[in-house]
């Protein structure tokens, strides 16, 4: 009796996703915002940049980020993390 090994995959269970309607979209208010903290060279709008971020390292699941922020200090991530309003 010959034994069969199971194969999964997980890349197409995340690519359906809906966007709650309870979190808002970003627009110029929160890029203009998050520039101040981190300056023009810390807030990506490049298409092609974000791409990259947007897909994990083993290339199975991507997101949708529109923004990407590079802080380089903690003092800019507690700047970040302390306008979240929830």
């Known amino acids: 009796m010959a034994s069969e090994v199971q194969k999964r995959t997980f ?8 966007r709650n309607p ?5 627009n110029s208010d ?3 915002y ?4 981190l300056g ?5 709008q490049d298409e092609d940049r974000i791409a990259v971020a947007n897909v994990d390292w083993m290339g199975k699941y991507r997101g949708a980020s ?7 200090s903690t003092t800019e991530v507690f ?3 302390d306008s979240v309003k929830v």
């Open 79 to 81: 700047s970040l993390a």
């Open 22 to 26: 309870a979190y808002s979209e970003l």
């Open 30 to 32: 929160d890029v203009s």
């Open 40 to 44: 023009d060279n810390g807030v990506v």
């Open 66 to 72: 529109q923004l990407l922020l590079l802080p380089k």
């Open 11 to 18: 890349g197409s269970a995340a690519t359906h996703i809906q």
């Open 34 to 37: 998050f520039k101040s903290i």
